[in-house]
């Protein structure tokens, strides 16, 4: 059973613009095969400071299947997978599979892509995504969705604007700004203003990490005009 899906907001903002400057967190592909096995393809960003991706299976209980979780290295798009394990059943049971960045200093992990996975077929995809709308002398203006289970850890989520077409972590935030997402509004739109005036014609790339942007789960690179 397989099925290629994103959300219609995504598909218009992706197709409008050269895909090398959006980087998501997204599962782009589910196949399942038999009762027990999935395939799975997926993307997240890979130059920042991530190493690699974790990847595992919930049942409708939020329990962790046993023998879905793996973690793995990664250097670069799409990353492909097959997780296999007899305690699952796609035949009549709902599964969560879950995607996210894997940083090798901790085993902290959060989640920033998720399918839902009913009688074998992927019904629900959701992605991790910043998407820049514009820019005024000291401002910039953007939208955003994440999935809501990525603060199940308490998870601090922040958008921020670091120079250059690369995604980094928050330390490189200009002037230190940074706007944070809450579970009560992890779709949604947001401004980060700044006390200087940004250059004309230069190259700024908007960031979405967690932890502190240790990881990073989106990016949008352009010029401000």
Not at 1 to 20: G, P, R
Not at 28 to 40: C, E, I, P
Not at 167 to 175: D, G, M, N, S, V
Request: with cysteine.
């Amino acid at each position: 059973m397989d099925l290629q899906l994103k959300e219609l907001s995504t598909l218009y903002k992706e197709f409008n613009a050269d895909h090398k400057w959006i980087q998501t967190t997204s599962i782009t592909q589910v196949k399942t095969s038999g009762r027990s096995m999935l395939h799975f393809q997926a993307e997240l960003p890979l130059d920042g400071s991530n190493k690699g991706y974790f990847v595992r299976i919930k049942d409708e209980h939020g329990n962790i299947v046993k023998d879905t979780y793996h973690q793995r290295a990664a250097t670069s798009n799409p990353v492909t997978g097959t997780i296999e394990s007899n305690d699952l059943d796609f035949r009549s049971q709902i599964y969560t599979l879950e995607f996210g960045p894997h940083f090798t200093a901790t085993n902290v992990n959060s989640v920033g892509a998720t399918a839902t996975i009913i009688q074998g077929r992927p019904r629900k995809f959701e992605s991790s995504a910043v998407y820049y709308n514009m820019n005024l002398p000291k401002a910039v203006l953007f939208e955003y969705n994440v999935p809501p289970s990525i603060f199940d850890n308490n998870t601090d989520v922040k958008i921020y604007l670091v120079e250059g077409k690369d995604i980094k972590e928050e330390r490189y935030a200009i002037e230190n700004k940074v706007f944070k997402l809450s579970k009560s509004s992890y779709i949604g739109d947001g401004e980060i203003s700044f006390q200087n005036a940004l250059d004309h014609g230069k190259t700024y790339t908007l960031c979405m990490g967690i932890f502190s942007g240790v990881r990073q789960v989106a990016g949008n690179t352009f010029i401000w005009e």
